[in-house]
């Protein structure tokens, strides 16, 4: 059984889903494990991971604008607002999705389907650099 570990820092445009597929699918290729399990996992408490729908950018505008309806940002709705109006917003929208994926690796490659692709989800307004760390366990 082999392991290895590398931490990806992505640059987010703010609010919005960042496509991290190409990157990842090129650290499980280059490490030479054929069969395993991938983790990834965010280390953010304002952004989180997704796999999504990569064919029709209209997936990612709505829930976009899903999560705007849920957790909107307004200073009346929430007692924590160290950070700004959107840094609550951004926590339960984080909590409402995941902060850790894994997926099975086969034949040297993720096992994604054909329309899926491995996002970060970024919550605040501003864009920020996050770190997402991959684990790549198996043989």
């Not at 082999?2 to 699918?25: F, M, N, P, W």
């Not at 991938?38 to 604008?65: G, M, P, W, Y």
């Not at 690796?105 to 920020?128: C, D, K, N």
Request: hydrophobic share 45%.
């Amino acid at each position: 059984m082999r392991q290895a570990l590398r931490q990806l820092e992505i640059q987010t445009r703010g609010k919005g889903l960042t496509e991290i597929t190409r990157d990842v699918a090129a650290f499980v290729s280059g490490e030479g494990i054929s069969t395993g399990l991938l983790t990834l996992f965010c280390r953010h408490t304002s952004a989180s991971l997704l796999i999504q729908e990569n064919a029709d950018a209209d997936v990612q505008k709505d829930l976009a604008a899903f999560f705007e309806r849920i957790a909107p940002e307004d200073a009346a709705l929430y007692a924590h607002n160290a950070e700004g109006l959107d840094d609550m917003p951004a926590h339960i929208r984080a909590a409402l999705t995941q902060v850790q994926l894994s997926i099975p690796v086969a034949s040297g490659a993720m096992t994604l389907g054909a329309w899926q692709g491995i996002y970060i989800f970024e919550h605040r307004r501003a864009p920020h650099r996050r770190a997402v760390i991959l684990h790549l366990l198996g043989e």
